[in-house]
């Protein structure tokens, strides 16, 4: 019935809390748990290993040779999923409420214009201890159509339960992008509305090795500014008005912050980027953007 895709990449200290998590579920139905480990240096690959000899018939293992990414390795897990629906599960993150799976299978089994749901989730640090209570803001706090997640409304990735086969292929755009789960999410709902469910069910883990809450501020500009041209190659033709200026916004905070690092060569880089991407889908009368006098700045 539902399938667990789970990432991780050098998680020896929080894997098994994210397996017991899925392992406690308590459920009706038959499920299973697919990790994709890519090629993590420390002990999470024989962990994964013990797990798997301890429930051979619930957790399959994808142990790729070489490093794929985050993303590629995502889509990997993904299309070894056999389950009607799936949820994800990072392996750095866990979930909180026993009957997660259960719950959010039923209201899928009985909305079907929804492609998928969500539920609230908490920030913990490296030791589990809530950071804060609520990590979504009032605004997400509802059921989200494409629209509404291109323009920010991101649901927790690790709350999610989605629809299986919904999307066929995921396109190339996607696999260069380190935080792709507004790219997936907003394909998703492109054939149904994200369903919203009023509870805490998991917790979210801010630690030093993660792939993005602990990133340098460079690293988190740039990447976003990846993803975000990634959604405005893909959805352009529907929703430039909204993906353009959100392009323009993220290339103008990046010359704002070489400026102040005295980054010349990276600040012509972001400039060529900004009026390019313009070049390419029409400027938008959205701001007043001074090139010139923030040049004259350095």
């Not at 989730?121 to 609520?134: P, Q, R, Y």
């Not at 369903?195 to 602990?214: F, P």
């Not at 900004?274 to 009368?285: E, H």
Request: net charge neutral; aromatic share 12%.
């Amino acid at each position: 019935m539902l399938s667990v895709l789970m990432i991780t990449y050098n998680q020896e200290r929080f894997i098994a809390q994210a397996l017991d998590s899925v392992l406690m579920q308590e459920v009706d139905f038959v499920y299973e748990i697919v990790i994709g480990d890519d090629c993590s240096s420390d002990s999470t690959r024989s962990i994964l290993l013990d797990y798997q000899q301890k429930f051979p018939d619930r957790i399959r293992l994808l142990l790729p040779e070489k490093n794929q990414g985050a993303m590629r390795n995502f889509v990997s897990v993904l299309k070894a999923c056999q389950g009607e629906y799936v949820a994800t599960l990072e392996g750095d993150d866990f979930w909180t409420c026993p009957y997660k799976m259960q719950n959010q299978v039923d209201f899928l089994a009985s909305q079907p214009d929804f492609v998928m749901c969500f539920t609230n989730s908490l920030i913990v640090d490296e030791d589990g201890t809530t950071i804060k209570e609520d990590r979504l803001d009032k605004d997400r706090r509802k059921h989200l159509s494409q629209v509404e997640i291109l323009s920010g409304l991101v649901p927790p990735t690790n709350t999610v339960v989605f629809r299986n086969k919904v999307i066929k292929v995921v396109p190339d755009v996607y696999l260069s992008c380190i935080n792709g789960d507004i790219l997936f999410f907003s394909s998703l709902t492109g054939y149904g509305d994200a369903g919203y469910i009023d509870r805490h069910t998991a917790s979210y883990r801010v630690h030093e090795g993660g792939i993005w809450s602990k990133k340098s501020e460079e690293y988190m500009k740039k990447n976003t500014l990846k993803t975000r041209l990634a959604l405005l190659h893909t959805f352009a033709s529907d929703y430039r008005s909204i993906l353009l200026p959100q392009v323009q916004w993220s290339y103008l905070d990046l010359m704002r912050y070489y400026i102040e690092k005295r980054e010349i060569r990276e600040y012509i880089k972001a400039v060529t980027g900004y009026f390019l991407s313009n070049a390419r889908y029409g400027m938008l009368p959205v701001r007043k953007v001074s090139v010139a006098s923030e040049r004259d700045r350095l």
